[in-house]
């Protein structure tokens, strides 16, 4: 099992890029983003969850550790990301890897592919 390194709920609030610890989700916010990033602050907080673990095992097999791995986002945020992705695309995980990798980098990395005002996440 890979192990997860304990930090501080600052510390993990610090690389969300749209939950900042608020109860609510604030009008502007991307939802979808807002409530994965939440999810994940929340389970980084239970230093037993098995499910991040089970996420980041995931991700791990199917070989994206090393995406974007100087992107600023912590790989256990990437493997919610990734697993969500998957659900959603009713796909297996080796299925998903090249679209995650696509989806990841057009709409939630900092260094968006294509223009900003093009891109469906981008709520300025």
């Not at 980041?56 to 919610?80: C, I, M, R, S, V």
């Amino acid at each position: 099992m890979i192990e997860i390194e304990k930090v501080t709920r600052s510390d993990l609030l610090k690389v969300c890029k749209y939950y900042k610890g608020e109860d609510k989700r604030p009008a502007s916010k991307n939802e979808m983003f807002w409530n994965y990033e939440q999810a994940w602050v929340n389970l980084r907080m239970d230093e037993d969850s098995d499910l991040l673990h089970a996420y980041l095992n995931d991700y791990d097999n199917a070989g994206l550790l090393d995406f974007e791995q100087n992107d600023g986002t912590p790989a256990t945020l990437k493997a919610l990301l990734f697993n969500r992705f998957c659900y959603w695309s009713s796909g297996t995980m080796l299925d998903c890897v090249e679209p995650f990798k696509e989806f990841y980098t057009k709409h939630y990395s900092d260094n968006p592919k294509d223009n900003p005002k093009d891109n469906p996440t981008d709520n300025r």
